[in-house]
């Protein structure tokens, strides 16, 4: 049985060089680079003292170190959780930025104005990701309860947080998220409270990433 009110910290996964690049990831496997075990250890000791008794990760790869590193400092060992998993993209992983906004213009246009409406072949769209993580995010909720952290994903972050505050689409670009930052969420008699969004004040260097 979870407790009265249990404490969900979400944490994005630290710095690689597709972020720095301006590289679509999705499902594409792309390790953290050094910026990005370093953000990891930042984290890791910004949530010291904060009573987290469980991490959950996505699959991939950079979740995964994220979670480990964190972990390691906190003396926990992460469990992945597929629930947690990154937004497919289909034939837009690992494709420059730039490639897209040139060969898929109106695509592009969509994706930086209302992403929800945008089907991409071979890939997910933002409400099958809310919709999976959610279910996952309740499920951890029901069945731990407690205080725990979640590394994951910007699109993961960022359609979670919707759900939990009932966010109407277009909501995605309302929503901004640095690598290695996290948020923090209560869940009680009441539903959902926002605690803490994108504190980011424990890292040394950071991407700025909007698209």
């Known amino acids: 049985m979870a407790a009265a009110t249990t404490r969900c910290f ?3 996964h630290g710095e690689t060089e597709f972020n720095r690049l301006g590289v679509f ?10 910026a990005g075990r370093d953000q990891a250890r930042e984290i890791g000791l910004a949530l010291r003292g904060q009573g987290i008794e469980t991490i959950l990760a996505g699959p991939l790869s950079r979740a995964v170190e994220t979670a480990s590193i964190v972990g390691e400092v906190l003396g926990l060992k992460p469990e992945v959780d ?5 937004i497919a993209l289909g034939k837009w992983q690992g494709v420059a930025k730039d490639k897209i ?3 898929f213009p109106e695509m592009w246009c969509l994706w930086t104005t209302e992403p929800e409406k945008l089907i991409i072949p071979g890939g ?9 993580s ?4 309740k ?24 759900a939990m505050l009932d966010v109407p689409a277009p909501y995605f ?3 901004y998220i640095d690598n290695a930052a996290y948020s923090v969420f209560e869940h009680g008699e009441s539903g959902f409270t926002l605690i803490t969004w994108n504190n980011n004040a424990h890292l040394s260097r950071k991407v700025t990433e909007v698209f």
Do not use: C, M, P
Not at 82 to 86: H, K, Q, T
Not at 124 to 132: D, F, G, L, Y
Not at 134 to 137: A, P, Q, T
């Open 139 to 162: 499920r951890v909720i029901r069945e731990r309860g407690g205080t725990f952290a979640i590394v994951t994903h910007r699109s993961v972050i960022k359609t979670l947080a919707a």
């Open 82 to 86: 597929e629930a947690f998993n990154n």
């Open 10 to 12: 979400l944490v994005r």
């Open 25 to 34: 990831r999705g499902r594409y496997e792309v390790d953290l680079n050094d």
């Open 124 to 132: 997910e769209t933002i409400a099958q990701v809310q919709e999976r």
């Open 173 to 175: 670009w309302r929503f």
């Open 134 to 137: 959610f279910r996952g995010l």
């Open 101 to 103: 906004k040139e060969e």
